[in-house]
Nanobody
Framework: QVQLVESGGGLVQAGGSLRLSCAASGGTFSTYAMGWFRQAPGKEREFVAAISRNAISSNYADSVKGRFTISRDNAKNTLYLQMNTLKPGDTAVYYC????????????????????WGQGTQVTVSS
């Protein structure tokens, strides 16, 4: 069973950048497809980005496409989310999630398909 710990959140002005990290332990990181999700106050958790086990495939929510980049380093057991040109609408708690998957190139944008979740890190974008 994998444990996930996010870091890198904080307060940033609109137009700024942040890089989130998600450190995995207790499992074989390369056997998990990974995703980033976020939840703003009063809203449901929503998909942000996902990446396959071998990092060949990735996909993004339309709202972040062209601004956010998901990546992973399997040697370091770490998932990343580079967030550029941040907007106040990006304010949320960001969660990383892991899904054990035999496919090396598949991703999923559905939260219910992920088995393991981190505790979240707060991102606040001021206008």
């Amino acid at each position: 069973q994998v444990q996930l710990v996010e870091s890198g959140g904080g307060l940033v002005q609109a137009g700024g950048s942040l890089r989130l990290s998600c450190a995995a332990s207790g499992g074989t990181f390369s056997t998990y497809a990974m995703g980033w999700f976020r939840q703003a106050p009063g809203k449901e958790r929503e998909f942000v980005a996902a990446i396959s086990r071998n990092a060949i495939s990735s996909n993004y929510a339309d709202s972040v496409k062209g601004r956010f980049t998901i990546s992973r380093d399997n040697a370091k057991n770490t998932l990343y989310l580079q967030m550029n040109t941040l907007k106040p609408g990006d304010t949320a708690v960001y969660y990383c999630a892991a899904k054990p998957w035999s496919s090396t190139s598949s991703t999923s944008s559905e939260p219910k398909r992920y088995d393991y979740w981190g505790q979240g890190t707060q991102v606040t974008v001021s206008s």
